[in-house]
C-alpha cells in the first residue's frame, strides 16, 4: 500500500496554518521553477546554457548560477533578460493562492512549455486571439440589449448557441460557438434571434441555436 | 509504438521510500515521511517543489542541479539538492529500476563533505538488505 507524504487536504491545512510554508512554498516556486524552466526551455530549444547565455548577452557563468538551486538573488530585472533570451513573455502577478496551487498543479515539461514568439503554433495562437476578440465585443454587446431583446434570445435557452459572423454580402467569415452565455434572459419566449451589427463596420454578427 | 514504451513515456516518475522497521504504524511509515514530518516549513516546501518537478520529468531529466550524482564511497547513490540558507539538505537514495527512485537516508552537506560520514555506507547496506529482503520499501505519493 502506497503512502501519501501529503495530502491535499493536509497540504491546504499547512498552507492556511503557516504563513512561513506559504511564503516558502511562494518563493520555491519561483526560485526552483524557474530553475526548472529555464532548464525545460533550453532543452525544448535544443539549447546549453552556453546558447542561452549568448541569446541573453550574459556570460555562462550567470546561467549556471541562475539555474543552480543554491542561488536566491533572481532579480526581476535578470528574469526579464532570460524571457527576452527565449523570446517568451515574463508574468509577474499578485495572486490568491487558490489560484497558484491550481496553476502550478502541473509541472509537467509540456505544462512548463513557453514557444517563442517566433514559433508558427505561438504564431497562429496569436493570430486566433486577435479575431477572437470579437467574440468577446459580441458578449459585451449582448449585455447592452434591451430585456426585449433578451428575451427573444431567451427561446433558445438549453440548447447551444452559435454566432454567425459576416459581411453585408452575406458570406460567412467565422463561426464562434459558446454554450449558454450567462447573459440569456431566463424567460423563454418565441421568437427570432436578433441580429447584432457592429457600428461603424460592414460585418454583421448573428446568434443562432444549433439544432 | 508497443503499449508498454508509450506508458514509460507517459508516466511520471516512481517514489519509493525504506520503511521504518521500527514503525509501529501498520503499514510501517517511511523513512522520507519521517524526515519530511521533521524538518520546518521552509525545508517541507523547498522539497515539495523540488519533488513536484521532478516528478513529471521525462527520460534522463533527474540530474544536476537538483539531483546529484555521488561518487567515490557514494557510487551508485543519488542526492536531491535541498540548499536553503543555513543548511545543505541531502536526502539520498538510488534508482530502483526505470523511471523509479528510493528514497534510502538523509544527510546534510557541509565544507563539500556528508554529514553523518557514515550515510552512503549505511545506505549500500541497505540497498543490500533491500534485495534480499531483511528490508521494504513503499511506494510514496506526493
Not at chain 1, 79 to 95: H, N, Q, R, T, Y
Not at chain 1, 115 to 140: G, H, M, N, P, Y
Request: charged residues 25%; contains cysteine; positive net charge.
Amino acid at each position: 500500500m502506497s503512502e501519501t507524504l501529503i495530502s491535499k487536504a493536509g497540504f491546504v491545512s499547512k498552507l492556511l496554518k503557516s504563513k512561513k510554508f506559504r511564503d516558502s512554498y511562494c518563493y520555491e516556486l519561483i526560485r526552483t521553477g524557474t530553475s526548472f524552466q529555464m532548464r525545460s526551455l533550453r532543452e525544448e530549444r535544443g539549447w546549453t546554457q552556453a546558447d542561452l547565455a549568448q541569446a541573453t548577452g550574459k556570460p555562462r557563468s550567470v546561467i549556471t548560477r541562475l539555474e543552480s538551486p543554491k542561488y536566491g538573488k533572481l532579480s526581476l530585472a535578470s528574469l526579464l533578460e532570460i524571457a527576452s533570451g527565449f523570446d517568451v513573455a515574463l508574468m509577474v502577478k499578485f495572486v490568491p493562492f487558490s489560484r497558484l496551487v491550481r496553476e502550478y498543479e502541473d509541472l509537467s515539461p509540456e505544462a512548463l512549455s513557453a514557444k517563442s514568439v517566433s514559433d508558427s503554433e505561438e504564431i497562429a495562437k496569436l493570430q486566433e486571439w486577435a479575431t477572437s476578440a470579437q467574440r468577446i465585443d459580441l458578449v459585451a454587446a449582448l449585455k447592452r440589449q434591451t430585456a426585449t431583446q433578451l428575451k427573444a434570445i431567451g427561446t433558445a435557452m438549453g440548447s447551444a448557441l452559435r454566432v454567425i459572423e459576416g459581411t453585408n454580402a452575406g458570406v460567412v467569415q467565422r463561426r464562434l460557438d459558446f454554450d449558454r452565455p450567462r447573459l440569456i434572459a431566463s424567460e423563454s419566449t418565441a421568437g427570432a434571434s436578433p441580429v447584432i451589427t457592429r457600428e461603424g463596420t460592414d460585418t454583421w454578427q448573428k446568434i443562432q441555436k444549433i439544432s | 509504438m508497443q503499449c508498454s514504451k508509450i506508458a514509460t513515456i507517459l508516466m511520471p516518475w516512481k517514489i519509493k521510500s525504506l520503511t521504518d522497521r521500527r514503525s509501529e504504524k501498520v503499514p510501517k511509515e517511511t523513512v522520507l515521511k519521517q524526515w519530511f514530518e521533521a524538518q520546518t516549513d521552509d525545508v517541507k516546501a523547498a522539497f515539495l517543489v523540488i519533488m513536484q518537478h521532478l516528478i513529471p520529468l521525462r527520460g534522463n531529466g533527474w540530474g544536476r542541479p537538483f539531483v546529484g550524482q555521488l561518487r567515490r564511497e557514494c557510487k551508485g547513490l543519488f542526492e536531491i539538492v535541498v540548499s536553503m540558507p543555513d543548511v545543505e539538505h541531502r536526502p539520498i537514495g538510488y534508482f530502483s529500476g526505470e523511471m523509479e527512485f528510493t528514497f534510502l537516508a538523509f544527510a546534510t552537506e557541509r565544507d563539500n563533505k556528508l554529514v553523518p560520514a557514515s550515510v552512503c555506507e549505511t545506505a549500500h547496506r541497505l540497498i543490500k538488505d533491500i534485495a534480499e529482503g531483511k528490508e521494504h520499501v513503499r511506494d510514496v505519493n506526493f
